[in-house]
């Protein structure tokens, strides 16, 4: 018998030591027991992280829709698979069940069909936060298409980008969307980003705003009337554990975002089975995770996570502040919600405004608060416990990435001790690794460093789209036969972990991971401008915010620098998105820099922290008189 569903911590021990022990066995036990598969597989798992190469259940066949979809229409059919709750508290909430979401993809699916699309074609997805993002993501994967969602926030030019990167033959969109008061006109970006991409044959629109928009003869296609037709049937393609389900893009160390492929089997059963154990979900819960489905945490526990258990999964398409500050405390009330997952600066923007939004709501269906995305400091925690939780439902702060695909060090409700601040233990399957500088694992406890993956796991990104050298690079390459995260992690003397945050060039602001590189790109588009540099601060909402220093080519007045910072906020605006924007811009002489000519980031964050005292040994810089005069200048 697998541990499907641990029940105490004695259990967590025992599961966790059977699965290090004997991972291909562990894995074995729960994938036979708990999905449907078409073929069985030959090989649990071959791996080598110096090609790297993974592979998981090699040799099986299956579809996921089947496992998310079809398999539960017998016990389940009638049950919401996907609650709907508009942007608008006055439009009603959808209760999209197993039985009509099985036709509904089944319809979509058939409609990528006839439109072209084949096994192993990518479709872009470019939507709101409304079923049919759901529902084409399924489709594509009853077919065998590979999805690649876009979150509806980036930019024109971050969305082609994307597009060709992938070559895309489709994009899936909607003629606007909502966002609290205001709406987006979001296939006016995507004919914009299109003018840059060749591989997109057809646009497909879904109606959401009702707005007058140009379709392009030949190209566009409204949705509805294609679904109508469509055929509620449609087989589903039967792929191997190893195709490739989705490509989701995460920034890194270039300007060029890393399109991560997560394949077949083994995402389906990790997400599964950590969803199952995460949340403690059980047969009556409403689970609602606040994320969009454009980002991981969407992907894994709105969609394939929730689904393959048969859970009901609520997707929301507004804002924590629309029409006010309660409401979340609404939605929850409203559909006695029973866990609830959410970023660490939602519960600090929150934190912030009146008690009474939160006090007013009765709050008693919840059972299990989680957080994830960054770090979640004291204060937000306890904010977090007192106030939504009641001290009785426990928090689960969940660590993990694009890349892990699914949770990876989190306590489990009911069962682990929680301590804030901190994720506490790997889930099992995990073997987690603290490094040091020189490349040595560090042992024991009460210890900090680089924070490894020692083993595979199933729902790791295999590859980067196109480009596997760089996979290795960013990955398996900072030390031997690891996995590296990018994070850095302490282990206190229980053997918790808690993320100490990012050690790279990658920052976090609410949320959103954001690397210097683009920014720094788009900065330097700025006719104005010799060179940039960006790093992060501590910010009370955001958790980190940006501020940027920049170099113009010519000093000038300073009501020029006014229209500078304004211009350089757009040209963000335009390359990546409204989040990546900078909230302070320092005009500057000099950059620090080493004798190799690499910037001394590490200065400037410093003095972006306003935590000047000890900057270390600036001597040996290149030019060690600009730091002076960056800090008598810093804002
Ligand atoms: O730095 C870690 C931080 O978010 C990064 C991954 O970001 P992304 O790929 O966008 O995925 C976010 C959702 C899974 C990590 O490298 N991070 C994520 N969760 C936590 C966290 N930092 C601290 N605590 C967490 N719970």
């Given at each position: 018998?697998?541990?499907?569903?641990?029940?105490?911590?004695?259990?967590?021990?025992?599961?966790?030591?059977?699965?290090?022990?004997?991972?291909?066995?562990?894995?074995?036990?729960?994938?036979?027991?708990?999905?449907?598969w078409r073929k069985r597989w030959d090989k649990v798992l071959s791996w080598d992280f110096?090609?790297?190469?993974?592979?998981?259940?090699?040799?099986?066949?299956?579809?996921?829709?089947?496992?998310?979809?079809?398999?539960?229409?017998?016990?389940?059919?009638?049950?919401?698979?996907?609650?709907?709750?508009?942007?608008?508290?006055?439009?009603?909430?959808?209760?999209?069940?197993?039985?009509?979401?099985?036709?509904?993809?089944?319809?979509?699916?058939?409609?990528?069909?006839?439109?072209?699309?084949?096994?192993?074609?990518?479709?872009?997805?470019?939507?709101?936060?409304?079923?049919?993002?759901?529902?084409?993501?399924?489709?594509?994967?009853?077919?065998?298409?590979?999805?690649?969602?876009?979150?509806?926030?980036?930019?024109?030019?971050?969305?082609?980008?994307?597009?060709?990167?992938?070559?895309?033959?489709?994009?899936?969109?909607?003629?606007?969307?909502?966002?609290?008061?205001?709406?987006?006109?979001?296939?006016?970006?995507?004919?914009?980003?299109?003018?840059?991409?060749?591989?997109?044959?057809?646009?497909?629109?879904?109606?959401?705003?009702?707005?007058?928009?140009?379709?392009?003869?030949?190209?566009?296609?409204?949705?509805?009337?294609?679904?109508?037709?469509?055929?509620?049937?449609?087989?589903?393609?039967?792929?191997?554990?190893?195709?490739?389900?989705?490509?989701?893009?995460?920034?890194?160390?270039?300007?060029?975002?890393?399109?991560?492929?997560?394949?077949?089997?083994?995402?389906?059963?990790?997400?599964?089975?950590?969803?199952?154990?995460?949340?403690?979900?059980?047969?009556?819960?409403?689970?609602?995770?606040?994320?969009?489905?454009?980002?991981?945490?969407?992907?894994?526990?709105?969609?394939?996570?929730?689904?393959?258990?048969?859970?009901?999964?609520?997707?929301?398409?507004?804002?924590?502040?629309?029409?006010?500050?309660?409401?979340?405390?609404?939605?929850?009330?409203?559909?006695?919600?029973?866990?609830?997952?959410?970023?660490?600066?939602?519960?600090?923007?929150?934190?912030?405004?009146?008690?009474?939004?939160?006090?007013?709501?009765?709050?008693?269906?919840?059972?299990?608060?989680?957080?994830?995305?960054?770090?979640?400091?004291?204060?937000?925690?306890?904010?977090?416990?007192?106030?939504?939780?009641?001290?009785?439902?426990?928090?689960?702060?969940?660590?993990?990435?694009?890349?892990?695909?699914?949770?990876?060090?989190?306590?489990?409700?009911?069962?682990?001790?929680?301590?804030?601040?901190?994720?506490?233990?790997?889930?099992?399957?995990?073997?987690?690794?603290?490094?040091?500088?020189?490349?040595?694992?560090?042992?024991?406890?009460?210890?900090?460093?680089?924070?490894?993956?020692?083993?595979?796991?199933?729902?790791?990104?295999?590859?980067?789209?196109?480009?596997?050298?760089?996979?290795?690079?960013?990955?398996?390459?900072?030390?031997?036969?690891?996995?590296?995260?990018?994070?850095?992690?302490?282990?206190?003397?229980?053997?918790?972990?808690?993320?100490?945050?990012?050690?790279?060039?990658?920052?976090?602001?609410?949320?959103?991971?954001?690397?210097?590189?683009?920014?720094?790109?788009?900065?330097?588009?700025?006719?104005?401008?010799?060179?940039?540099?960006?790093?992060?601060?501590?910010?009370?909402?955001?958790?980190?915010?940006?501020?940027?220093?920049?170099?113009?080519?010519?000093?000038?007045?300073?009501?020029?620098?006014?229209?500078?910072?304004?211009?350089?906020?757009?040209?963000?605006?335009?390359h990546i998105g409204p989040i990546a924007k900078l909230d302070k811009i320092q005009f500057v002489k000099g950059l620090p820099k080493?004798?190799?000519?690499?910037?001394?980031?590490?200065?400037?964050?410093?003095?972006?922290?306003?935590?000047?005292?000890?900057?270390?040994?600036?001597?040996?810089?290149?030019?060690?008189?600009?730091?002076?005069?960056?800090?008598?200048?810093?804002?």
């Amino acid at each position: 018998m697998s541990n499907y569903s641990i029940k105490n911590l004695e259990e967590y021990f025992q599961v966790y030591r059977k699965s290090v022990r004997n991972p291909e066995m562990f894995w074995e036990e729960i994938a036979e027991e708990h999905f449907i598969w078409r073929k069985r597989w030959d090989k649990v798992l071959s791996w080598d992280f110096k090609k790297p190469e993974i592979k998981w259940f090699e040799g099986a066949k299956l579809n996921i829709t089947e496992n998310c979809i079809d398999r539960h229409l017998r016990t389940k059919g009638e049950k919401t698979a996907i609650l709907f709750e508009p942007n608008d508290p006055k439009e009603d909430a959808q209760h999209i069940t197993y039985n009509r979401l099985y036709e509904r993809v089944n319809q979509f699916a058939n409609v990528l069909k006839d439109h072209g699309i084949k096994k192993g074609d990518r479709v872009c997805i470019y939507l709101p936060m409304i079923p049919e993002l759901a529902i084409s993501t399924l489709a594509c994967a009853r077919i065998g298409a590979v999805h690649s969602v876009v979150f509806a926030g980036f930019s024109s030019k971050a969305l082609a980008t994307r597009i060709n990167d992938s070559s895309c033959k489709m994009v899936i969109t909607s003629d606007g969307s909502y966002r609290g008061s205001k709406t987006i006109d979001l296939k006016g970006i995507v004919d914009e980003a299109l003018e840059e991409c060749t591989s997109v044959d057809t646009v497909l629109v879904a109606k959401r705003i009702n707005s007058e928009i140009k379709m392009k003869k030949g190209r566009d296609k409204w949705l509805k009337p294609l679904l109508e037709a469509a055929s509620v049937e449609c087989a589903p393609e039967i792929m191997d554990a190893e195709d490739p389900l989705f490509i989701l893009y995460t920034s890194g160390s270039t300007g060029m975002p890393k399109g991560m492929v997560h394949t077949t089997a083994g995402y389906m059963v990790y997400t599964a089975y950590t969803f199952k154990n995460v949340f403690n979900y059980r047969q009556n819960d409403v689970y609602w995770c606040t994320a969009d489905i454009g980002w991981i945490t969407g992907h894994s526990y709105i969609v394939y996570g929730p689904l393959a258990n048969g859970a009901t999964t609520v997707m929301f398409e507004g804002v924590p502040n629309y029409p006010d500050w309660g409401r979340f405390w609404d939605v929850i009330d409203k559909h006695k919600v029973t866990q609830f997952y959410t970023a660490p600066t939602a519960i600090r923007a929150l934190a912030k405004e009146n008690i009474e939004c939160v006090d007013k709501h009765n709050l008693s269906s919840l059972k299990v608060l989680g957080t994830v995305g960054e770090p979640i400091n004291e204060e937000a925690w306890h904010w977090y416990n007192d106030n939504v939780g009641k001290k009785k439902s426990p928090i689960v702060d969940t660590w993990w990435q694009t890349e892990t695909g699914g949770i990876m060090i989190t306590s489990l409700p009911y069962i682990t001790p929680t301590k804030p601040t901190y994720a506490t233990l790997p889930f099992p399957g995990i073997q987690p690794a603290l490094m040091d500088e020189n490349g040595e694992e560090i042992t024991g406890n009460q210890v900090d460093g680089r924070l490894c993956v020692k083993y595979p796991w199933p729902s790791m990104a295999r590859t980067i789209w196109g480009n596997h050298q760089r996979y290795k690079e960013t990955y398996f390459s900072a030390f031997e036969d690891m996995y590296f995260t990018g994070d850095g992690a302490l282990r206190d003397e229980v053997g918790y972990y808690r993320i100490t945050g990012r050690v790279d060039d990658v920052i976090i602001v609410s949320g959103h991971n954001l690397g210097t590189a683009p920014i720094e790109d788009a900065i330097n588009e700025h006719q104005a401008v010799a060179e940039s540099a960006i790093v992060g601060f501590p910010h009370d909402i955001k958790g980190n915010a940006l501020y940027g220093y920049v170099i113009l080519k010519e000093t000038g007045e300073s009501r020029k620098h006014e229209n500078v910072r304004k211009e350089i906020n757009q040209l963000i605006t335009e390359h990546i998105g409204p989040i990546a924007k900078l909230d302070k811009i320092q005009f500057v002489k000099g950059l620090p820099k080493t004798r190799s000519g690499k910037i001394m980031r590490r200065i400037l964050r410093k003095i972006a922290s306003k935590d000047t005292s000890n900057l270390g040994d600036t001597s040996t810089l290149l030019n060690p008189e600009v730091v002076q005069d960056i800090i008598d200048h810093s804002i």
